[in-house]
Structure formats: C-alpha cells, structure tokens
T-cell receptor
C-alpha cells in the first residue's frame, strides 16, 4: 500500500507558540490531502481539505487563521497550529488521496501527530 | 442524530471468537463503505472497502452492507490478540469529493 508519513510524531509546546506538522506521501503523488483531528475515544473530525497549489477548504467551525495549511507539492502538505492553546491538544492525522487510486477514492493515513500544549 | 452511529465499546472477546462490529447510518446517499483499523496512537489503515450492498471477504474479514436497513457490519473470524484495536467505519457519497464520514470507532480487545 501507499505510505504517508507525518513529522513530528509527538510535540509538546508552550501556550502561545506555533507548531508545524508535515505530511508527506512517500511513494505516490497525492491529488488531495486531508487534515483530521481526533480527541480520545472520538471519531476523526475533518478539519480541512487541501489540493496542491490551491487554498485549503476548511470545515465549518475550523478557524483558517489558526490552522494554516500549505500544500506546496503533490507530496507535501503542512499544518501550522498558530498561537497554540491547551484546548488545541489533540491527535492530528493527515491522509492523502492518490492520483492513480481515484476509482476507489481510497485515503491513505499518516501515523498521526500527538500535540500537547502546556 | 449523527449521520453514522457506532458503539464505542469496548468489546472484549476471547481469542478465536467470531467478532461482529456494526454501524448504522441515516444518509441514504452513501454508496461507498469502508472499515479502518486503528491501533493505539497510530493512524487508521484501510481494511475493507465495498461499494453499494453485498458482502466482501478478505481472509478472516468479511464486510456486509445492507442498504435497505442502513446497516453495515464487519466480521472477524478466528480473532487474534493482534486484532485488538479500534475499528472505524466510514462511508461516503458518490460524486464530489468523496470525503468519508467516520463513525467514532469500536474498541476491540481480544484476550488470549
């Protein structure tokens, strides 16, 4: 299967700082990348959808100025949590959809990034 | 009512048992149905993918979709301790961006 990596896997930061999370598709080109947030024992909540070279589409209730998404290439998307606060502490997961797998619409998930804001 | 309902569990079974995991949904437009497995502190991985109604089998796993009842199931035969994980159902409509709606996941524990 296709591989998606995320970096870092875990980050602890102080309140008010910004944190950048990278999502890379390692062996395929991703037309679209998705960013999810998952609280303990809760489902994946889609935050935003990004297509390479265009602005991300944010889900209702997600602040685009707080969660900056950049999709600079077909293999890299970044999520920056600006001025992080303790309530932003969560598990952030990206996924990618491959150009050649559009028939099944399959998404390949990264391993996630655990963000803890003190 | 949420679009996708899934009992969070935990569901605890002995090794070798047949496991049945289920989801119900309310959106009759859903046509694509998926099951993901998520180990603790890891991202989900796709287990099964079905389109419309019917059954699909892959090794010890069988996915069933009953669109008339808006009910999907995942069966695991001869369950193993390594199957212990959270299983999320997901479904999407055809057309547009195919973005899936996820259930909250069922935590499965298979004890030796």
């Amino acid at each position: 299967g296709a591989v998606v990596s995320q970096h870092p896997s875990r980050v602890i930061c102080k309140s008010g700082t910004s944190v950048k999370i990278e999502c890379r598709s390692l062996d395929f080109q991703a037309t679209t990348m998705f960013w999810y947030r998952q609280f303990p024992k809760q489902s994946l909540m889609l935050m935003a959808t990004s297509n390479e070279g265009s602005k991300a589409t944010y889900e209702q209730g997600v602040e685009k100025d707080k969660f900056l998404i950049n999709h600079a290439s077909l293999t890299l998307s970044t999520l920056t949590v600006t001025s992080a606060h303790p309530e932003d502490s969560s598990f952030y997961i990206c996924s990618a959809r491959a150009l050649e797998r559009l028939v099944n619409n399959e998404q390949f998930f990264g391993p996630g990034t655990r963000l803890t804001v003190l | 009512q949420k679009e996708v309902e899934q009992d969070p569990g935990p569901l605890s079974v002995p090794e070798g048992a047949i496991v049945s995991l289920n989801c119900t949904y309310s959106n009759s437009a859903f046509q694509y149905f998926m099951w993901y497995r998520q180990y603790s502190r890891k991202g989900p991985e796709l287990l099964m993918y079905t389109y419309s109604s019917g059954n699909k089998e892959d090794g010890r796993f069988t996915a069933q979709v009953d669109k008339s009842s808006k009910y999907i199931s995942l069966f695991i035969r001869d369950s193993q301790p390594s199957d212990s994980a959270t299983y999320l159902c997901a479904m999407s409509e055809p057309g547009g961006s195919y973005i899936p709606t996820f259930g909250r996941g069922t935590s499965l524990i298979v004890h030796p």
